[in-house]
């Protein structure tokens, strides 16, 4: 097979991001390892194989995913199942794949994130690799009403549930469910609230108790300021070693 042929064609290219999916229960179920960058090379549909170039090994044979791209009426996602993966040329491979269904409407995010970067406790509800009930701590580094993204040592994967404590009152967090991994930094993860009154209230505490740390550092910093000593009027300012 001419791979170079088709992975230099023109005529069709279309950017998409391909991210891991979940199936709970589902045994022997497989997904990409993690978000990663791709282009289909003939337009996705239900009839017929799609062509997709991808970085090598991202995508292998019979594993699941979920790709998001731009059509003509709008931001659409779609899963997909990977048949063969072939490679290329410059570490790619040429993966063909099934399109499980039709494209869905994937509107951009509905609800606006907030910058928090507040150090707390989580326990494992539902885990791959991590007991039940196993506690670890997490670095909220963003959230919305829908949900946040953490980053944390310990080795989550997609679809486990992790229950995350309140930065004012541990008990009253909320579950949250790993939906992708950050394929630039191995221990960020982002997830959504399965609970939505329980996530909107965690959100509002977070924000609140964020925005006070940052309250508190900029009091900080300027008493810091005030309490430096200024140098006497006579006395000239330093510029530096001086030498004859």
Known sequence: MDLTARTDRRDFRLAACATPI????????QTIESPTNV???????????VLVEAPRRAIRQGEYFM??????????RASFLALTAEEAPAMRDIVTLRMLADPQDAPQRAHPRER???KLQSRVRQGTSLGTDAAIQVT???????GVCVETPAALAVGD??????????????????LRADP???????????QQEAGSLLFEQLVEAAR?????????????????????????????MHTR
């Open 116 to 118: 928090i970067g507040l």
């Open 212 to 240: 006070a740390e940052r309250a508190a550092r900029r009091t900080r910093a300027e008493q810091d300021a005030a309490e430096t000593p200024l140098p006497a009027e006579d006395e000239p300012p330093t510029r530096g």
């Open 161 to 178: 549930v992790l229950y995350l404590e309140s930065p004012q009152q541990p008990d009253n967090g909320a579950d949250f469910e790993v």
């Open 22 to 29: 979940a199936a709970p229960g589902v045994s022997d179920f």
């Open 67 to 76: 790709a998001r791209f731009l059509a003509h009426s709008g931001w659409k």
């Open 140 to 146: 909220v580094v963003d959230a919305s009403r829908g």
């Open 184 to 194: 630039m930094t191995r221990n960020r993860y982002g997830g959504r609230f399965l």
């Open 39 to 49: 282009a289909f090379l003939n337009p996705p549909m239900t009839i017929g194989t």
